[in-house]
């Protein structure tokens, strides 16, 4: 099983700046996708952005210039940078991740428990 561990968020006044990472951890498992999805009231679950293993990433065009996913291999961690928050940025963000089990072929999706972020002054 993977485990995504995730932290960072909070309350942030308007044009403010936040970080949210998410620790994965599975020693049997080879984890390719890493990312980002937000849910927010009323609505329906939506990428914000996922970073492919060789590095190739992808925003939501809400997000692009705004916002910056990066990823530490060595610990296995993906962070996202937010800055510039806007009100509609308010949602309950969790972190992604598609993970193979060595022993099988087919990846499976897990995801992280959601942290709330508020943008509101």
């Known amino acids: 099983q993977v485990q995504l561990v995730e932290s960072g968020g909070g309350l942030v006044q308007p044009g403010g700046s936040l970080r949210l990472s998410c620790a994965a951890s599975?020693?049997?498992?080879?984890?390719?996708?890493m990312g980002w999805y937000r849910q927010a009231p009323g609505k329906q679950r939506e990428l914000v952005a996922v970073r492919a293993p060789g590095g190739t990433t992808n925003y939501a065009d809400s997000v692009k210039g705004r916002f910056t996913i990066s990823k530490d291999n060595t610990e296995n961690t993906v962070y996202l940078q937010m800055n510039n928050l806007k009100p509609e940025d308010t949602a309950v963000y969790s972190c992604?991740?598609?993970?193979?089990?060595?022993?099988?072929?087919?990846?499976?999706?897990?995801w992280g428990q959601g942290s709330q972020v508020t943008v509101s002054s």
């Open positions: 992604y991740a598609q993970a193979r089990r060595l022993d099988r072929l087919s990846p499976e999706n897990y």
């Open positions: 599975g020693s049997r498992y080879s984890i390719n996708v």
